[in-house]
């Protein structure tokens, strides 16, 4: 007879990605424990991605009312309920919850343990006193905010993006420090709401691993929606002045200080593994980030980890690949599986939103990679000045190589860029040349028409050099 305190697999971290492993390894009769400090439903639904994208829906219509006299509509000033805002985002994540649990609770094959796991060594863990031991484990207890550590902050204190989604009323200011997703999208949301925000940078720009045009777009966009952006700001101590938080230091060679209400910390992320005590377990984590081969196996051949732990991408797709890949080698099955990146995408749902698949320039500039690029402003297109000014705002943008006319990398900033993206992800799954591309059919007037003119720029370029081209349908 089993012990009940034994499993084929037990799985740290109850999100996105150890529900996708736990489901994969129990349907194939593996015996699983999945152990979650609780509560339980994962970052994406509790804290993350749907909170965030419900509460940006409300600033999203807010600016649609502003802007609606351009099509002709005259209303007055939007008034927006905070308390009711943030009520329909509690109801909307407590429904998310409630089914992501139910989900769990009917994984084939698994226990829910509740509880702070850590390693007593390299097969075994305890919970709450409690020794559980595995023949194989997957570690995918995700990430926490990343808090500089700046004297006073503490002290005077700080939200971070945990509690900007749980204030119950708007703060008459705020720093949001930071210039990536996180704090573009609160930023922009909380100043469409009526808040005067200050983006604070240590970069020189926002959103600094992307391409140039990307950033001056963006910045030029978040501008024009009131937020003030202070760059190169070097934050050296925060203190108390009056009702206000004032932060100190230099922008640049500029001595810089700032009071507001509220002070949001938005300098990214960090893996949650602090708790686990890997060095029990004989898992590297060097920097910080739990290190993992193509495989997903950890420096124990018998731990695996996936998602947010490894600190590199922050995505819930990715997490859920790489713990499905974890999750079919931990199997036994062979051949073995192998995470691929070549589709790695992206998106920021800030208002335009952004959206990236494959190479940037940028990327391929750094790889000495020779791409031709083409590019599309949404400003030139039909259907987005039929919307209105606000949808005319960035642009299109495809990379292909050269000598084959393979699409290696697209980006869409523009309006449902989220959405528009996938049309070039399935492109590139199928190696797909521009010309191949242009051979799909795309209604009009529609905003996925854009994606036609860069990949029509790059075919003329590539026929220009007399290179030859592929048939339609001739490979």
Same mark, same amino acid.
């Given at each position: 007879?089993?012990?009940?305190?034994?499993?084929?697999a037990?799985?740290?971290?109850?999100?996105?990605?150890?529900?996708?492993?736990?489901?994969?390894?129990?349907?194939?009769?593996?015996?699983?424990?999945?152990?979650?400090?609780g509560?339980?439903g994962?970052?994406?639904?509790?804290?993350?991605?749907?909170?965030? =994208?419900?509460?940006?829906?409300?600033?999203?219509?807010?600016?649609?009312?502003r802007?609606s006299?351009?099509?002709?509509?005259?209303?007055?000033?939007?008034?927006?309920?905070?308390?009711?805002?943030?009520a329909?985002?509690d109801?909307?994540?407590?429904?998310?919850?409630?089914?992501?649990?139910?989900?769990?609770?009917?994984?084939?094959n698994?226990?829910?343990?509740?509880?702070?796991?850590?390693?007593?060594?390299? #097969?075994?863990?305890?919970?709450?006193?409690?020794r559980?031991?595995?023949?194989?484990?997957?570690?995918?207890?995700?990430?926490?905010?990343?808090?500089?550590?700046?004297?006073?902050?503490?002290?005077?204190?700080?939200?971070?993006?945990?509690?900007?989604m749980?204030?119950?009323?708007?703060?008459?200011?705020?720093?949001?420090?930071?210039?990536?997703?996180?704090?573009?999208?609160?930023?922009?949301?909380?100043a469409?709401?009526?808040v005067?925000?200050?983006?604070i940078?240590?970069?020189?720009?926002?959103?600094? !691993?992307?391409?140039?045009?990307?950033?001056?777009t963006?910045?030029?966009?978040?501008?024009?929606?009131g937020?003030?952006?202070?760059?190169?700001?070097?934050?050296? !101590?925060?203190?108390? #002045?009056g009702?206000?938080?004032r932060?100190v230091?230099y922008?640049?060679?500029?001595?810089?200080?700032?009071?507001?209400?509220e002070?949001?910390v938005?300098?990214?992320?960090k893996?949650?593994?602090?708790?686990?005590?890997?060095?029990a377990?004989?898992?590297?984590?060097?920097?910080?980030?739990?290190?993992?081969?193509?495989?997903?196996?950890?420096?124990?051949?018998?731990?695996?980890?996936?998602?947010?732990?490894?600190?590199?991408?922050?995505l819930? #797709?990715?997490?859920?690949? @790489?713990?499905?890949?974890?999750? #079919?080698?931990?199997?036994?099955?062979?051949?073995t599986?192998?995470?691929?990146?070549?589709?790695?995408?992206s998106?920021?749902?800030?208002?335009?939103?952004?959206?990236?698949?494959?190479?940037?320039?940028?990327?391929?500039? /750094?790889?000495? @990679?020779?791409?031709?690029?083409?590019?599309?402003?949404?400003?030139?297109?039909? =259907?987005?000045?039929?919307?209105?000014k606000?949808?005319?705002?960035?642009?299109?943008?495809?990379?292909a190589?050269?000598?084959?006319? /393979?699409?290696?990398?697209?980006?869409?900033?523009?309006?449902?860029g989220?959405?528009?993206?996938?049309?070039?992800?399935v492109?590139?799954?199928?190696?797909?040349?521009?010309?191949?591309?242009?051979?799909?059919?795309?209604?009009?007037?529609?905003l996925?028409?854009?994606?036609?003119?860069?990949?029509e720029?790059?075919?003329?370029?590539r026929?220009?050099?007399?290179?030859?081209?592929?048939?339609?349908?001739?490979?």
């Amino acid at each position: 007879m089993s012990s009940p305190t034994h499993f084929d697999a037990i799985i740290l971290g109850a999100g996105s990605a150890g529900f996708a492993a736990a489901r994969l390894l129990g349907s194939h009769g593996r015996k699983v424990a999945m152990v979650d400090k609780g509560p339980w439903g994962g970052l994406c639904i509790l804290r993350g991605c749907m909170p965030t =994208k419900t509460m940006l829906r409300t600033s999203d219509v807010v600016q649609l009312i502003r802007n609606s006299h351009e099509l002709g509509i005259e209303v007055g000033a939007p008034r927006v309920d905070f308390p009711a805002v943030m009520a329909r985002k509690d109801r909307l994540v407590k429904g998310f919850q409630d089914y992501r649990l139910e989900g769990l609770q009917r994984a084939p094959n698994a226990t829910m343990i509740e509880g702070a796991a850590r390693f007593v060594g390299p #097969h075994s863990i305890e919970v709450a006193g409690q020794r559980y031991t595995a023949d194989r484990f997957l570690i995918s207890t995700g990430s926490t905010p990343s808090v500089p550590p700046v004297p006073g902050l503490r002290e005077v204190g700080y939200i971070t993006s945990d509690e900007a989604m749980r204030l119950t009323a708007l703060p008459e200011s705020m720093a949001v420090w930071g210039g990536g997703v996180i704090a573009l999208e609160l930023g922009q949301f909380y100043a469409r709401l009526g808040v005067k925000v200050t983006l604070i940078l240590r970069s020189k720009t926002v959103l600094s !691993r992307e391409d140039a045009d990307v950033q001056q777009t963006m910045e030029a966009c978040l501008v024009e929606d009131g937020l003030t952006i202070v760059k190169q700001t070097r934050v050296e !101590r925060v203190e108390r #002045h009056g009702d206000a938080k004032r932060l100190v230091g230099y922008s640049g060679d500029q001595p810089f200080s700032l009071d507001v209400a509220e002070i949001l910390v938005a300098t990214g992320r960090k893996p949650l593994i602090e708790p686990l005590d890997l060095e029990a377990a004989g898992v590297a984590a060097p920097g910080g980030a739990i290190a993992v081969d193509a495989t997903m196996r950890t420096s124990n051949p018998a731990i695996y980890a996936a998602g947010d732990c490894l600190g590199d991408y922050f995505l819930v #797709h990715v997490a859920i690949q @790489q713990a499905e890949v974890a999750a #079919h080698n931990m199997l036994g099955r062979s051949p073995t599986r192998e995470a691929d990146y070549r589709l790695l995408a992206s998106a920021i749902f800030t208002d335009p939103q952004f959206a990236r698949v494959g190479l940037s320039e940028r990327e391929a500039a /750094e790889m000495g @990679q020779e791409v031709l690029v083409g590019r599309y402003d949404f400003a030139d297109l039909g =259907k987005a000045e039929c919307m209105g000014k606000g949808a005319m705002r960035g642009f299109v943008k495809i990379l292909a190589d050269p000598a084959t006319g /393979e699409i290696l990398g697209a980006q869409v900033l523009g309006p449902e860029g989220s959405d528009l993206i996938h049309e070039l992800i399935v492109a590139m799954e199928f190696r797909c040349t521009v010309e191949r591309f242009l051979t799909i059919p795309h209604l009009h007037p529609t905003l996925a028409e854009i994606l036609t003119y860069p990949a029509e720029e790059i075919a003329e370029a590539r026929a220009e050099r007399g290179l030859a081209v592929l048939e339609a349908f001739g490979g």
